[in-house]
Structures are given as C-alpha cells and as structure tokens.
C-alpha cells in the first residue's frame, strides 16, 4: 500500500541495552550505536492510505498514529522493531491485529495554530501510557548528521505473530529534517522502561511529510520464536 505522513515528529532516547533486550524477540539483535541502544517515539498523520493502484477507501485513509520502537539487527540487515504502533481507527486495528503488527486503539489528538502543533495520546491498559507535547519547527532542512541518519534512515521492520517472526519492507525517498523545540507535559510511554527516559529530554526532529510504499509481510521465521 502506499500511506503519506504528515507532520512527523521524532522522538529519541538512548538507554542501557539491558534494559530493553529482554523485550525483543531472541531472534533478533539490539542495533547500538556508540554503545547505547535507542527508543524512539514517532508520531505522525497518516493521509491518502491506499492499496497500489487503487482509490482509498472511505474511513480507512486518514488517521493519527504513534509508534514506539527500537532498533535491531536480522541477519545482517537494520530495522526496527515496534514495540506498539497506537491509532485513532479502530477499523485499521481490527484488521492489523490479524496480521502481523500491534495495532492498539488509542484516544490521540493533533491541534496547529500556525506553526505550532499540541499533540495528546491516551492508551489505557493495564497501565495508561500517555504522551502530552507541544511543538515548534524552529528551521528549514539540515543536512543530517550520522547519528540522525541512524536513526531515521529505516526501511525494515519485524514484528512477531504467532510464534513466527514477520518483516515488512518500506520504501520512500531520505527524510529531510528540520530542528524542533519541544515541550513534554507528560510521558509514560514504554511503562518497561519508564524510569529511563521520564523527564529526560530527547533528540528531537520533524519533517513535513513524506510518502511511503509498504509492501506485504514476509515470513523469517515459521513458529519457532521462543
């Protein structure tokens, strides 16, 4: 399918690799850079959510999202692994569950008066997960650093279903990224790991819009995740 994001805010934290590793499947590595394993909290609009070559479909092609991730390593090859991608379309969550990511319903909402941008999300589970943030673009595009490609230059992803580990691959043109100063109210994202990045302040960047083509789940590994 293809899906454009709009608005896209990235979110980065390094932390201790113990502190995540016992959250991934076995099968697949922390992906470290200098030393430190990284979560990332990316949320965005998703517009004009599409199958190929198809017009989209009424209540299906619009939505808000945010991901929670990290990075690993399959085989030689870098991606992410998420560990809940939170959306405002229950129908989108019906369907995902089936396959193969963790699709949860989450109350969220994006508000801009100019060029400043007030984001809320609400998950409530066994412990409420909750992100309140304002933000402000504060510059036209950079030319990325290492560490910033690092971390947002990803076109693999695995997720587990049903004791099988799953890749999707995606494919869109590099980010162009913009400074942004950020104010976070309030963040208990990642109960696992919420002593680490509470209060911390993150590597932040934000970018326009991007287009995107997702292609369809391939199997790595057939029952056999422990």
């Given at each position: 399918?293809?899906q454009?994001?709009q608005d896209v805010?990235f979110l980065?934290?390094p932390?201790s690799?113990s502190?995540?590793e016992p959250?991934i499947?076995?099968e697949?590595?922390?992906?470290l850079?200098?030393?430190k394993?990284?979560l990332?909290?990316?949320?965005f609009?998703?517009?004009?959510?599409?199958l190929?070559?198809?017009p989209?479909?009424p209540?299906?092609?619009?939505y808000?999202?945010l991901?929670v991730r990290?990075?690993?390593?399959?085989?030689g090859m870098?991606g992410?692994?998420?560990f809940?991608?939170?959306?405002?379309?229950?129908f989108?969550?019906q369907?995902?569950?089936?396959g193969?990511?963790s699709?949860r319903?989450?109350k969220i909402?994006l508000k801009?008066?100019?060029?400043n941008?007030?984001?809320?999300s609400?998950?409530?589970?066994?412990l409420?997960?909750?992100?309140q943030?304002?933000?402000q673009?504060?510059?036209s595009?950079?030319?990325s650093?290492t560490l910033?490609?690092w971390l947002v230059e990803?076109?693999?992803?695995?997720?587990?279903?049903?004791?099988s580990?799953?890749?999707?691959?995606?494919?869109?043109t590099?980010?162009?990224l913009?400074?942004?100063s950020?104010?976070?109210t309030?963040?208990?994202?990642?109960?696992f790991?919420?002593e680490?990045i509470?209060?911390?302040?993150?590597i932040?960047?934000?970018?326009?819009n991007?287009?995107a083509?997702?292609f369809s789940?391939?199997?790595?590994?057939?029952?056999q995740?422990?």
């Amino acid at each position: 399918m293809t899906q454009i994001w709009q608005d896209v805010l990235f979110l980065h934290w390094p932390i201790s690799p113990s502190e995540i590793e016992p959250y991934i499947p076995q099968e697949l590595q922390l992906d470290l850079y200098n030393n430190k394993a990284w979560l990332s909290v990316v949320l965005f609009k998703v517009k004009g959510q599409r199958l190929r070559f198809l017009p989209p479909f009424p209540g299906m092609d619009s939505y808000l999202q945010l991901n929670v991730r990290t990075y690993v390593t399959y085989n030689g090859m870098k991606g992410i692994y998420f560990f809940n991608l939170d959306v405002t379309n229950r129908f989108i969550v019906q369907i995902a569950t089936k396959g193969s990511l963790s699709y949860r319903h989450s109350k969220i909402s994006l508000k801009q008066r100019g060029n400043n941008f007030s984001f809320t999300s609400l998950y409530h589970g066994a412990l409420d997960e909750r992100l309140q943030i304002s933000y402000q673009p504060i510059s036209s595009a950079i030319i990325s650093s290492t560490l910033e490609k690092w971390l947002v230059e990803r076109y693999h992803s695995w997720s587990t279903w049903k004791n099988s580990l799953l890749r999707i691959d995606i494919s869109h043109t590099p980010w162009q990224l913009q400074r942004v100063s950020i104010n976070i109210t309030s963040n208990t994202l990642a109960p696992f790991v919420k002593e680490t990045i509470q209060g911390i302040h993150p590597i932040a960047h934000y970018s326009k819009n991007k287009k995107a083509r997702i292609f369809s789940p391939i199997l790595e590994m057939k029952n056999q995740l422990r």
